[in-house]
């Protein structure tokens, strides 16, 4: 115990982290966002720990990643950084603002080895979620809101075209009406593009 926690407080808190590390109620988030700011470093840890299991129940991910960016990124305690970083990868894509600093920490030649490597692996679990939330997109037009598919929205942006003024039915013979407004002429064209997860 390196902390001014007496024993007993010590104790109780780090058995709450455990069971509700052991538990499936999203709802412990708030308890265990308390416990990640105790100055116990083991509470700390096991706090996180927690938070990243609580991922796959529904837990709240921008309270969780809010809680985590600090632990994984400034602990003075390389475990708890590890732990937090791992947690932090549940998230996803709801990490995604952190990506530049998980890189930044992974070369970062202070930290510890076992830090670097849970946040690369951290950046990379988040980019490949948000890569595969990008392939299940919804990708629908602006205005008439008619689904568009996913190659459509893909050529439209690597046009140039930004989401709001894409034209993905250009042809040689002009812009396809949207059904939406289509009247008898093909001079009728809506489609921006949206994407919508």
Known sequence: ??????????????????E????????????LISLLAMPS??????????????????ADPAAAVRALAPA????????VQQYALKALKAYGA??????????????????????????????EGIREAIRLAEEGAAHRCARCGRPVSAEENARSKSAGNTPHHADPYSSPHGPRPCPALASDSDSADCHSINSKP
């Open 94 to 123: 709801s990490a995604r603002d952190l990506l530049h600093d998980l890189d930044d920490l992974t070369l970062n030649e202070r930290a510890k080895d076992y830090v670097r490597r849970a946040a690369h692996s951290a950046a």
């Open 20 to 31: 509700l590390g052991r538990g499936t109620d999203p709802a412990g988030l708030h308890e």
């Open 72 to 79: 994984a990124l400034h602990d003075p305690h390389p475990q």
């Open 1 to 18: 115990m390196n902390s001014d926690m007496d024993r007993q407080s010590h104790h109780l808190a780090v058995q709450r982290a455990m």
């Open 41 to 58: 470093a083991e509470i700390r840890r096991l706090a996180a720990s927690a938070i990243g299991k609580l991922a796959g129940f529904g």
